[in-house]
T-cell receptor, first 113, second 112 residues
């Protein structure tokens, strides 16, 4: 089985722009979670999607949004980018919700200039 | 909200020495998971613990879940250079609002 695929791998944007990141989970996995990873803050939970519905959300501003499609693929969007949004954005999929191990993608490294 | 703290933040050892990282939660956990992230890589699942006092071993790695289900530890015996990376614990408090909260990780470096 192919692993979790995230595109693009690297992204450079300027302040004020918006960005869309894509995540294709492992085939058959229905839950997709997004995390922001920075050196100072570690892995911070953004949101989780299951059956096309956002099931949980972390403490991030409304500029961060996401969605999940019927094939479980997910996208996250960040609008009005700020310098502090520079981070590695990781997507993780799991078979179902709750007590499931997460399979992470390689991430999208976002740099905001 | 739930907080998961890990110590130490960094650990440098000589190859062959043992290593332990500790994880503490502000709330009782339903389960705890451990992940390893190699430099430049992504987190990879190591193990999940769900029972109070549970101990699991994977070769040189020993994982423990505290009796009160608020703390956990990962111990590596006789470290090797392949053990280099950041070790994260992640816990959830259970309930329908399932959410894994990650600790900030312990970066292990091994001097050959």
């Amino acid at each position: 089985k192919a692993g979790v695929t995230q595109t693009p791998r690297y992204l450079i944007k300027t302040r004020g722009q918006q960005v869309t990141l894509s995540c294709s989970p492992i085939s058959g996995h229905r839950s997709v979670s997004w995390y922001q990873q920075t050196p100072g803050q570690g892995l911070q939970f953004l949101f989780e999607y299951f059956s096309e519905t956002q099931r949980n959300k972390g403490n991030f501003p409304g500029r961060f949004s996401g969605r999940q499609f019927s094939n479980s693929r997910s996208e996250m969007n960040v609008s009005t980018l700020e310098l502090g949004d520079s981070a590695l954005y990781l997507c993780a999929s799991s078979l179902e919700r709750g007590r499931e191990k997460l399979f992470f993608g390689s991430g999208t490294q976002l740099s905001v200039l | 909200g739930q907080q998961v703290m890990q110590i130490p933040q960094y650990q440098h050892v000589q190859e062959g020495e043992d290593f332990t990282t500790y994880c503490n939660s502000s709330t009782t956990l339903s389960n705890i998971q451990w992940y390893k992230q190699r430099p430049g890589g992504h987190p990879v699942f190591l193990i999940q613990l769900v029972k109070s006092g549970e101990v699991k071993k994977q070769k040189r790695l020993t994982f423990q879940f505290g009796e009160a289900k608020k703390n956990s530890s990962l111990h590596i015996t006789a470290t090797q250079t392949t053990d280099v990376g950041t070790y994260f614990c992640a816990g959830d408090s259970g309930g329908s609002n399932y959410k894994l909260t990650f600790g900030k990780g312990t970066l292990l470096t091994v001097n050959p």
